[in-house]
């Protein structure tokens, strides 16, 4: 079984600045891919960033860039210049290479303080 | 460009009532699915359609069932709802099943209530 966490229930960070979203994982998968996914108050599921295991170079997108940690089994992002437009739940996801069931953690509510 | 397309966005059942929830896509996808999401928790799976005309369980299947009416439609029921069904139910797409590097499209959400 797959299982995702994040150990952060709740981060707040000030506007501009630099905030880092933990979130580990358990699988015996060995090619398998890693999601970040907002969820502003819309309710809206956005895809943020996807990281597939088995390339060592970690995801960027604009602002937000992952560290990937396949021994540690750790995906954390983290948001650059943050906005906000960032404030929004976000969702670390595990996907096996062959499927598409999502395994979801349980969320990181972000707030930036103007 | 829709993307996917829920109806309704909010609903108060009474227990033991039955509802069905409705999604659509405009974007040809062949797979869909049926997710709910309960407070303080990630997205679970009830139900996915990998192609037009099969439908498969997911995580949390009991107490719902689905229809895949055509490639563009995919239909949640509650036959008797209970309140441990009050959730906010997220229907998804993409273009094929199996292919995790495809993305998933979500559609805005159902809040449901039962009382």
């Known amino acids: 079984a797959q299982t995702v966490t994040q150990s952060q229930p709740e981060m707040s960070v000030q506007e501009a600045e630099t905030v880092t979203l933990s979130c580990t994982y358990d699988t015996s998968e060995n090619n398998y891919y890693l999601f970040w996914y907002k969820q502003p108050p819309s309710r809206q599921m956005i895809l943020v960033i996807r990281?597939?295991?088995?390339?060592?170079q970690n995801a960027t997108e604009n602002r937000f860039s992952v560290n990937f940690q396949k021994a540690a089994k750790s995906f954390s992002l983290k948001i650059s210049d943050s906005q906000l437009g960032d404030t929004a739940m976000y969702f670390c996801a595990f996907m096996k290479h062959a499927g598409n069931q999502f395994y979801f953690g349980t969320g990181t509510s972000l707030t930036v303080i103007p | 460009n829709a993307g996917v397309t829920q109806t309704p966005k909010f609903q108060v059942l009474k227990t033991g009532q039955s509802m069905t929830l409705q999604c659509a896509q405009d974007m040809n996808h062949n797979s869909m699915y049926w997710y709910r999401q309960d407070p303080g928790m990630g997205l679970r799976l009830i139900y996915y359609s990998a192609s037009e005309g099969t439908t498969d369980k997911g995580e949390v299947p009991n107490g719902y069932n689905v229809s895949r009416l055509n490639k563009r439609e995919f239909s949640l029921r509650l036959e008797s709802a209970a309140p441990s069904q009050t959730s906010v139910y997220f229907c998804?797409?993409?273009?094929?099943?199996?292919?995790?590097?495809?993305?998933?499209?979500f559609g805005p959400g159902t809040r449901l209530l039962v009382l």
């Open positions: 990281q597939e295991a088995y390339k060592q």
């Open positions: 998804a797409s993409s273009p094929d099943w199996g292919l995790a590097e495809e993305t998933q499209y």
